[in-house]
């Protein structure tokens, strides 16, 4: 399914049955722990994926099609440091024309299946001052200025009882999950930094006034993705992690310019940390307590 700029909000919204009949006929009942989406660049995590499973996002109604680069557009089903996973290779964003409703689909898809839990990573511009490009860093809260709700359709509307005001007190990103991958990241000889993504809907980068006001706000990295996936997780009661890539530099002083090649290199480089790291965190994960 491809949207024009102007026809998102009239598409039909998507049919979880229908798109959940075309799965189970390649995965029959399988059973996700966590449903991984996988951003920019960070496909090769699918590669590692067990006894895998692939249906390409074309052929499962109501699926979003992306079409930027390093996204492929594939669900992988299969075991990762043996747990059950259904990963998300490829996003469709909300810049590609797409509402959070279309956007996070997939996300619903897995849930329905059984993952009680969502592991989320994308690739971001640096605004804290010590972060590098290449760097991993956990999310710990965000900032939600892409301003884009699941919750604002009126399917969610018709479909929601009782339609109540979503209050924040709850942590988005699981305490209990951010400690457990700080002491994996050191067992594995790096030091996982945390910090405030802030969304922005994209699809241009940031001006550098943009920069510093955000870096006011006390952002720590800006990307154009996450925050729709990890509201709808919570409102479907799972508990969420997300790892943000920084793949630039913001430099509010110094003119300087970003492109997606960049971006998708560096992605490709924290793999090297990212992929091992999420492959001994998931069976830990697994067994941690409420
Ligand atoms: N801004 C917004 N999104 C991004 C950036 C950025 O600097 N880098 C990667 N994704």
Redesign the pocket.
């Known amino acids: 399914m491809h949207p024009t700029q102007s026809d998102c909000q009239s598409l039909p919204h998507p049919d979880l049955n229908d798109a959940l009949q075309e799965i189970r006929a390649t995965v029959g009942d399988f059973s996700p722990f966590a449903c991984l989406i996988l951003g920019?660049g960070m496909g090769a995590l699918a590669n590692e994926i067990q006894s895998s499973k692939v249906v390409p996002y074309r052929e499962i109604p109501g699926f979003p099609l992306s079409h930027v680069a390093g996204h492929a557009g594939k669900c992988v089903f299969g075991y990762l440091g043996g747990v059950s996973v259904f990963a998300l290779a490829g996003r469709a964003h909300l810049y590609e024309g797409w509402e959070p409703q279309h956007s996070c689909f997939p996300l619903r898809c897995a849930a329905a299946m059984g993952a009680t839990s969502l592991i989320v990573s994308?690739?971001?511009?640096g605004i804290h001052p010590r972060f590098r490009s290449g760097q991993v860093v956990a999310i710990d809260d965000h900032i939600d200025w892409m301003q884009r709700s699941p919750f604002c359709s009126r399917h969610h509307r018709e479909t929601t009882r009782p339609l109540g005001l979503h209050d924040r007190h709850d942590a988005l990103y699981d305490a209990r999950w951010l400690d457990l991958a700080t002491q994996e990241a050191l067992q594995l000889g790096f030091s996982l930094h945390r910090g405030t993504y802030l969304a922005?809907l994209?699809p241009t980068?940031?001006t550098r006034a943009e920069y510093r006001m955000f870096q006011k706000w006390g952002a720590d990295m800006?990307?154009?993705s996450t925050v729709p996936e990890i509201v709808l997780a919570k409102h479907l009661q799972m508990r969420s992690l997300a790892f943000s890539i920084v793949?630039?530099v913001?430099k509010p002083d110094s003119p300087t310019k970003?492109d997606h090649a960049e971006?998708l290199d560096w992605s490709q480089q924290a793999q090297q940390q990212l992929v091992p790291l999420i492959e001994k965190l998931l069976p830990r994960m697994q067994q941690s307590p409420l």
């Open positions: 920019s994308n690739a971001s511009g922005t994209g980068y940031e800006v990307g154009m793949t630039n913001a970003t971006v």
